[in-house]
């Protein structure tokens, strides 16, 4: 398992203003869902959803490694706890914090890069409403973390690229997709070839002795 969660695209301003307002009214409707089911300071802790989801997301420690960034939350759930809570020992409170790291680095972090981070085909529309959703219900943004560690956080290549398109009047940039240039190279080679059978074509060998050529026909 390898949280390379670092690769990120350019977010043009359109996306930043999505992002943001997106992440106002998930933590609002996190900290909803917090008041509804009895935990104690619901705005602590939307206004600590909103803090956690722009540090994770938009801020340096979005381009460390995964794991580093899964430390930092574990860090942060340590620091959190009552100094005065001397009655569990030093492995369990570490044990609680590593727990409480990794439940904030899924919900906050992994399915918000899911959605955010990736050139995608999906509005921006529609990136806000899951990114509202997956955060404004925890559970499911926790079920959906998981199942992107599970299936290998990092390990899926790119397949669409952003580039400037010039005919554009407004500059935005236009997604093509990315060639492999194994395949660019398959296809050229099996042109050839059909070119050759046919006689047509780069693949086809002019005849240096015409009257030869002629001749075996």
């Known amino acids: 398992m390898r949280l390379t969660l670092s690769q990120s695209i350019p977010w043009p301003q359109e996306e930043l203003g999505g992002f943001i307002i997106s992440a106002v009214l998930a933590a609002a409707l996190f900290g909803i869902t917090m008041l509804l089911g009895g935990v104690p300071r619901p705005f602590i802790m939307g206004l600590g959803a909103l803090l956690a989801i722009l540090l994770l997301n938009i801020s340096p420690l979005k381009k460390l490694l995964g794991f580093i960034q899964f430390l930092c939350c574990a860090a942060a759930a340590y620091l959190n706890r009552h100094n005065d809570d001397l009655g569990i020992d030093i492995v369990s409170r570490i044990l609680a ?121």
């Not at 085909?121 to 925890?138: E, K, L, Y």
């Not at 943004?141 to 009047?169: E, K, M, Q």
């Not at 059978?197 to 693949?203: F, L």
């Open 97 to 217: 914090a590593l727990t409480c790291g990794l439940l904030s680095f899924v919900v906050f972090r992994v399915n918000w890069w899911a959605w955010w981070c990736y050139p995608s085909r999906r509005t921006i529309r529609q990136r806000m409403a899951a990114s509202i959703f997956f955060t404004g219900v925890p559970f499911l943004g926790l079920a959906f973390g998981i199942w992107r560690i599970a299936f290998g956080i990092g390990l899926h290549n790119v397949t669409t690229n952003l580039i400037d398109d010039p005919s554009a009047v407004d500059g935005a940039p236009l997604e093509t997709i990315i060639e492999d240039p194994a395949l660019a190279e398959h296809s050229r080679r099996m042109e050839s070839i059909r070119a050759a059978r046919a006689g047509m074509g780069a693949g086809r060998m002019p005849a240096t002795d015409k009257a030869q050529a002629s001749g075996s026909i």
